[in-house]
Structure formats: structure tokens, C-alpha cells
């Protein structure tokens, strides 16, 4: 999706400016075309060799950098820019963007583009959490700068405390996000479930499944980055936070169909890629349960079955992972939960389903028509997901 985008990175001179190098290169592997302006200072923690290696391009360091081919360049970069990321992001850089001060380029740039910025502060805790830095922070959300939340954890400083420069991931999916913010999906609100639910034994034990989460969290991140309004429901604790997005995490079925039946509200498709355990433990022990020597009798009573239940006036899409009859017995689950289609997959094909990075679905309509895709990455299945959705929903 960053194809053919041209992003202006501003570094700025920070400890945390190593860490751009990092961004920059994610940016280029995701298409992107990378042009870095640094502050002086930032160039006496990173060299501006380490960025022109990385990007391909030249860097520019100065007001008047001759060595750039831009003419007059903090016009041009602010022209060419289709978004502007500042990261790291000192406090002296927030305060004169605050201020309107332009007395280096990449504050001049700023001044001068349409584009979107994106602000990734990093600085110690005390500047941070000074009252100043704050204001500032506050004006230029006002000015509609995009500003990242700074992470929680241990700075150079050797204090612990917000500060941190958030990981180049959530940058990324900053950058996403707001270029996909008038996408197909704009103002369109789409409720994702993700991952497996635990049912509790005791206090200790719980019944699961293998479902990683990824295809939910692909889904959403698709979602999010074609404009959607997206509400994720998770019950995948090992998936990191994704930015843009509200999440809720849940960790049974009954939990997780309240999180889905509240969420609903105003919802334009519900899309159900959670694989929500079926039964659940009759009554749960409340004290750990002890071996005996003897066997053990669990009674499992059924869950409640959310796709199934709910009702609304919104796109029903709904998983089914099968181990025989793939299209029949997705397409009764179609008939019998009323959706608009079924994506089914075969869960004995290694390089699809559970854990992994790809699946190879079937997608199924309501008129029992199939669609068997190829072999793809999640990220690409849930595009194929989402164009029916799109379609569905004008
Ligand atoms: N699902 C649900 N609530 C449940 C069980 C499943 O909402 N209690 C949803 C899943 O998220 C999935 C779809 O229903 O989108 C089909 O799930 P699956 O477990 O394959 O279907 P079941 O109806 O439970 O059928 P079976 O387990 O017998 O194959």
C-alpha cells in the first residue's frame, strides 16, 4: 500500500535517532520512496551515510544543501511529501513546531506541505511529562498533527517512565492508517473477532484451540487501512496491539459475545475470523483441581453461538475451518447462521489455517457460489474479504 508514496522522515537529534535507520528501511521494504532530512544534531548520533545507503537517496542535512538535487528544497520535499513522519522527535522540535519557529529544514518543510504529519516524540520522562512539552503536544493536535503515543519503559536516562520512542511497528501503522483514511471503507464501521477463546477448568486450566489470531488481525488491519472504523475483539493475547483501532479483549465466548453484541451498535459487518470454542466446562472448579489417582469426567456444556445469535442489519461474514467436505459443510453453516458469505479453509493443508503467515480459502456466497483462492498471506486474503464486504455494503 505505500507504493508509489512519498514519505519526508524527519530525524531528529535524539538516542532514538538510531532507531530510524530501522523505520526507514521498513518504509522501503513496504514500497515507500524515503526522503530523510535530519537535524544537525541528529546527524552526531546517525550518519547521514547509514540513511542515503538505506533509501538510495540523497539525504538532506541543511537549509541550503547543495549536495541534494532539491532545488529549493524544503518547498519541494513539502510538495513531493504524501505524508511527513517525525521520529524520533525531540522536545526542541515540538516546541518550535508549536511555536511556528522554521530556522532548520525539516521545521521549514513542515511549514510548507498539505500533507499529513506524523509525530513520534521520544525524550526523557521529565521533559516529557513537563508541563510545557504538554502544551505544546496539545497545540499541535489542535493544529490536526498526528501525534503517537510515546512508550512506556526504560530511557537512556536509565529512568523508567513514558518517553520511548513506540516501536517502528506502530509508526508504520500510523502511516497506513492515515493514508487509507479515505479508502473504500471510509466511515464505515466493522466489528472483527480474532483468536481463540479460553473456556476456564479451574483457576489454572483452560480449554483452547490452536488459532494464532492472525487472520482476524489481518483482517482488521486491512480494514483499518481501506478507512473503516474498526472494533476488534480479541481473544489472542499474544498478538501485539494494533494502532488505529479500538480493541477489546475478551477471553471466553460468553465474554466475547457481550464485547461483539455491544460493539454492533451502528456496525456495518460483523466478521467473525474468531475460532470461539464450542463447549465449556458445565461448572468451574473454584479451587485448582487435584490428581487423585483416578479418572477425571469433565462435563462440557455449549457455548453460545454468536454468529448464530446475533441479528442486525449489517454483513454477516463467518469462518469455518473444516478437515473433510470443506465447501458442503461451510456452506450448511452459511444456510443455518444466515450469512452473507462463509470463508472456509482446509485446516490439513500445513501452509494454511492455524499459526502460519498463509491460507488458502474458498470463499462462499449466499447462493452457494464458491470462489477457491489460491494460496496467499493473510494480509492478502483479507483484501479478498474486504472487496466483498465493500461490495456488499453500496
Ligand atoms: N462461531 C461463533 N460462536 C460459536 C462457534 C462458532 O460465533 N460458539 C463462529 C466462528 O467464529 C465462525 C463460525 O461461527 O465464524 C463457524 O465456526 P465453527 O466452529 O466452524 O462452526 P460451528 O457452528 O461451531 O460448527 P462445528 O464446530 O460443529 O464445525
Redesign the pocket.
Known sequence: MLKDKTIVLGVTGGIAAYKAADLASKLIQAGAKVEVVMTEAATKFVAPLTFRAITNRPVVTGMFDMASEWSIEHVSLAEAADIIVIAPATADIIAKLAAGIADEMILSTVLATKAPVIIAPAMDVNMFENSVTQENIARLKARSFIIIETGYGRLASGKVGRGRLVENEKIIGTVHMVLGCKGDLAGKKIVV?AGGTEEPIDPVRVITNRSSGKMGYAIAEAARDRGAEVRLISAAHHQPDLVGMKIVRVHT?VEMKEAVTKSLKGAHALI?A???A?YQAKKVAKEKIKKTGASLTLELVQ??????EVRGNFIKV????ESENLVENAAK?LQK?QLDFIVANDITDASSGFGVDTNKVTIIDSKGKADRLPLMNKREVADKILDRVVKKIK
Not at 457455548?303 to 448464530?308: A, C, K, N, S, V
Not at 463467518?318 to 475451518?321: I, K
Open positions: 473477532t465466548a467473525m474468531a475460532a470461539v464450542d457455548t453460545p453461538d454468536i454468529l448464530g463467518g469462518f469455518a475451518a453453516k447462521k
